[in-house]
DNA sequence: CTATGCTGTTACCTTACGGTTACCTCTGTC
DNA sequence: GACAGAGGTAACCGTAAGGTAACAGCATAG
């Protein structure tokens, strides 16, 4: 799981750094709204801590501009107790809101829960077309027929059911697969043709589609024109 | 939408039960541990709000008893604001905690996002006259029509959906797409003809209109300059 | 020790993205 | 009326990004 961390006090965000690592939450770090939005442009987040008051902006218009294009769950760090801070964040899209002073441990389990939110809905099956994925049982058919996977192939295929039906973008692939390794582009290009291939076996419609720069999505064919 | 409240502060509950149904929020209401028991047999909610001291028992245990026979997200009230109450209530299964005294209106609006987590989430959609833009899913369609955009003009098209309905001036447009790049202006005016052109498929009113010198926004035809 | 299969690597192919250029219209100004 | 400047369109084309197949190294099983 890893999150983004958007907060100007580097004391306080060390600490946090260091407290959610034990807690298994890798964090991307930024102390500044420039500096986030640049970060945040490489990947995509389990979820995203922002402080607001940020020397060179402020962490509600962040928020806002974030609304209408990132699907992340936004949580709120503030000093600002006052209702009208809080009922603003929560109108920009904000799903949880912490005063400053706050213990770790409560941030930590705030993140983990924000977080399932995501994942919680991919139950334990996922069905398109003709292809059927148990999440549990780590059984994949296509039209009756089994598929067998690599391990790679796998956790690539739970990553895209994830997100479904949003697109995982290339950086969040890398990171889950090959967590801090050299990887290349031809690793990547790999594992995509063969996990296709494996997909569909025959004349099946393909399932995984690439956009370009974007990343790669899980959806039926779309066959207007 | 329909809750449970389980409460013994008869003022504070009365207050809450008024205040919530304003918000278009039901509430089914019991003051003892008890009376929750019995009420919550027959009927499932779209979320739960337990107060932890209760006469006859405490909200943590029924949290307890509750986390594996029941779906319902569950939030806490206390007056407790230790860590180690937060800490058992999140560990029997709560969602969120709220420590008295709270604003109702901050009750209801993390009433309303727990009720949503069992819902399907839904992606953040924009739409103008026939358009239609996922911005998770990132497909977009013009009556019904499906359109791919290239990276560069799915950016642009973000853009102008962020500072909707108002306008987006180049020097913005040409930091966000080419940051720190050598940009002349035919790169922008490619990008604008581009887009424009796979917005607008075949005799479909433009939607992408430039305003001299102040920038470019997205709006239905309406020729009041 | 052989066999099988996973995964990193390489080579080669295809496509379409986007920078470039040329030419057009429109509007306002002297 | 001509010129300038802003904006719009269409076509050209080099290249980077993406796709595939085949091979090699390495593990693990049997």
Redesign the pocket.
């Known amino acids: 799981m890893i999150i983004l961390l958007v907060e100007d006090d580097t004391l306080l965000a060390t600490h946090s750094i260091d407290f959610l690592a034990k807690e298994g939450i890798e964090v991307d770090y930024a102390s500044t709204v420039r500096q986030a939005k640049s970060i945040s442009a490489q990947q995509q987040y389990d979820a995203i801590v922002l402080d607001i008051n940020l020397p060179d902006g402020d962490g509600l218009n962040l928020a806002q501009q974030w609304q209408h294009t990132r699907s992340e769950p936004i949580l709120f760090l503030s000093a600002r107790a006052a209702l009208d801070d809080k009922l603003k964040a929560f109108s920009f899209g904000a799903l949880d809101y912490l005063t400053k002073p706050f213990a770790l441990e409560e941030l930590a389990i705030r993140i983990k829960l924000l977080a399932n939110k995501n994942t919680l809905k991919s139950n334990k099956r996922f069905a398109l077309d003709s292809l059927n994925v148990d999440l549990n049982a780590k059984i994949i058919t296509r039209a009756q027929r089994l598929i067998?996977l690599?391990?790679?192939?796998w956790q690539l295929l739970t990553l895209l059911v994830e997100h479904y039906p949003n697109p995982v973008d290339?950086a969040t692939v890398i990171n889950t697969i090959?967590p801090d390794q050299d990887v290349?582009?031809?690793?990547y290009?790999?594992?995509?043709?063969?996990l296709?291939?494996n997909l569909s076996h025959e004349h099946e419609t393909p399932l995984l589609h690439?956009l370009?720069?974007q990343g790669i999505v899980l959806k039926m064919e779309k066959t207007d024109e």
Chains 1, 2 share one sequence.
Do not use: F, H
Request: glycine share 0%; no cysteine.
């Open positions: 067998v690599s391990p790679q192939q290339k090959w290349n582009n031809n690793m290009k790999s594992l995509l043709t063969r296709r291939s690439t370009k720069k």
